[in-house]
């Protein structure tokens, strides 16, 4: 993707009416990224616009049945393909790097097969590279734009996300740091609504992965049917946050295509991509959501100050509250379709910004988390009081705090 290619994918989203997802996706894989980023800005681009561009976290294009074959032949031999009663030549689910076929072991597990669907890498990467520059070049006329929106960052963090998914060792490895948060939290904060599939690593590679299939749907679907309840909805924000306040490590990209709901159990899959922040910002975050929830707009302007790394004379600190009140004087007990949480929050950071404040890179991966969580309120219960509802988890966390 050159960055005419790259213009006309922003003006492709950005268009009046509904975008083209098969041109976004003869873009290569890094329009797709992209596109899915955009997907979860219901906020601005609209419900409709938004419903159409998540199809790019499933509905991708299947490989023909020759390159399945093919595909299959490479990554494995003879003697991986004699521990399978059978495999489903007709994919379950196609992803923008990998495609999902279930399966059955000779001794009777049902399972699904991810495989990388062709090696992307090196165009990736050239794709990065062009936009990167572009980038680059804007910001030299707009340095702010680095502090505020950092297109150059966001850019890279897709890029690292990606290149961890295309290797699929990664999903199990990052799994297991999952399990073990899990494991030595699970008698101090009541996770028990959450889940890992099995992971066959005996039959697994780098380009290919087995694992426990999951009888269930994903949240995508749930939202898509209009069959995903606000109660367990509230579950997720319970378990991935004390992932992302409680700890700071947490699944990197648990977009709604990457949760599966079986038998009340909360599944969390594809973890090939992880995220981490430093306790300054978890501690920091924690605090200015609490105070948020409580409508104290003046401990959540000390929160954001404090989660700086640059700390302001008093006169542009009371400067930067006198504006920030003003920001949120119409936010106490607004729902999420009135006010979203994921603009507001992008306001915030941009005043803080413009008032001399400076961030560390970490905070981004957990507003993409935010994000994640916003939307998928916004489709499933537009009249929630957000804020409010999420009283009930701070006692649990602030143990960790």
Known sequence: MNILSFIDLIREIFKRGTPDINKIQNKGLLAVKIGQVFALRIDFLGAEKCKELAKLYQDNKNLPQ??????????????????????????LASASIGQVHKGKLITGEDVV??????????????????????????????PKLKRVANPIYLLEMIEQDTLNELKLSNEWEHQDILINIYKNNKDKVDLRDLSFPKIYRNLSNDKLMVSEEIKGETFEKLLQNKELSYHTLKKL??????????????????????????????????CGAIGHVSNKLRVGLFNFMKHLSYYDFTGCAESLHQMSDIILPQRKYNEFHNKFLKLYSNFAGKTVSQVSLTQQMMYTIKLGVNHGMAFERGIFPIIKSLMYLDGMV?????????????????PELEPFI
Do not use: Q
Request: with cysteine; aromatic share 18%; proline share 3%.
């Open 237 to 270: 924000f319970r378990i991935h946050g004390f992932y992302m306040f409680g700890i700071g490590t947490f699944h990197g990209d648990l977009h709604p295509g990457n949760i599966i709901l079986s038998d009340e159990k909360i599944y969390f899959v594809d």
């Open 66 to 91: 020759e390159d399945f074959d093919i595909l299959l032949n490479e990554y494995t031999d003879i003697s991986w393909e004699k521990k399978f009663a059978y495999i489903d030549n007709i994919p």
């Open 113 to 142: 097969i991810k495989l990388i669907k062709k090696e992307f890498t090196a165009t990736f990467k050239k794709d990065v590279k062009n936009v990167l520059s572009l980038f680059k070049f804007i910001t030299l006329f707009y």
């Open 378 to 394: 916004i489709r499933c219960n537009p009249n929630a009081v957000l804020m409010e509802d999420m009283r009930e988890y701070i």
